[in-house]
Antibody
Framework: QLQLQESGPGLVKPSETLSLTCTVS??????????WGWTRQTPGKGLEWIGS???????DYNPSLKSRVTVSVDTTKNQFTLKVNSVTAADTAVYYC?????????????WGQGTLVTVSS | DIQMTQSPSTLSASVGDRVTITCRAS??????LAWYQQKPGKAPKLLLY???SLESGVTSRFSGSGSGTEFTLSISSLQPDDFATYYC????????FGQGTKVESK
């Protein structure tokens, strides 16, 4: 059974970089037409797709976040990573790593449990 | 950006009721629509994709319809496990979600 698990700091200071890693188990990140991505959830803005990466390293992003976000993949570790630069309180959210089939922003059939990241000094 | 608007925001229903949730897109998205169920403290769970295709393992109590800009999610006979928040997501252009519909016990 495929499992995704987020890891990373739960507290990040304003203006710094948020960095999260998703470890995939029960399957290879290189197999199939799967896209590995991040979605976040806040009480105010709800669910928001952030961006996704293919095992080749190609990626796609939400236009509203594109200037600050990088999603990358490490196939040797079966992991992918999210970096958000210059964070503010508005980036406080539960961050989920996901798998989608078919294209970058297609529906996600597998989700991690989610990790709360708070931006505060 | 394609905006997704769900209605109602909250729906009060009883076990056994037929429940319908509506999702409207700000422009034509053909059938590129998915529905999710989310329970408190849990990740969303994919229920349907391509507007009406049931995800593997999801009960046939759930059904979806629509195309273009108007879509519905129906639960044929509400069960205790179905009390949750439901989200639509368009994937015609990038991916944007509706604001959610909470189905609560009447």
């Amino acid at each position: 059974q495929l499992q995704l698990q987020e890891s990373g700091p739960g507290l990040v200071k304003p203006s710094e970089t948020l960095s999260l890693t998703c470890t995939v188990s029960g399957g290879s990140i290189r197999s199939g037409s799967y896209y590995w991505g991040w979605t976040r959830q806040t009480p105010g803005k709800g669910l928001e797709w952030i961006g996704s990466v293919y095992h080749s390293g190609s990626s796609d992003y939400n236009p509203s976040l594109k200037s600050r976000v990088t999603v990358s993949v490490d196939t040797t570790k079966n992991q992918f990573t999210l970096k958000v630069n210059s964070v503010t309180a508005a980036d406080t959210a539960v961050y989920y790593c996901t798998r989608s089939t078919g294209y970058y922003y297609f529906p996600s059939d597998y989700w991690g449990q989610g990790t709360l990241v708070t931006v505060s000094s | 950006d394609i905006q997704m608007t769900q209605s109602p925001s909250t729906l009060s229903a009883s076990v056994g009721d037929r429940v319908t949730i509506t999702c409207r897109a700000s422009q034509n998205i053909s059938s590129w629509l998915a529905w999710y169920q989310q329970k408190p403290g849990k990740a969303p769970k994919l229920l349907l994709y391509k507007a009406s295709s049931l995800e593997s393992g999801v009960t046939s109590r759930f059904s979806g319809s629509g195309s273009g800009t108007e879509f519905t999610l129906s639960i044929s006979s509400l069960q205790p496990d179905d009390f949750a928040t439901y989200y639509c997501q368009q994937y015609h252009s990038k991916g944007t979600f509706g604001q959610g519909t909470k189905v609560e016990s009447k």
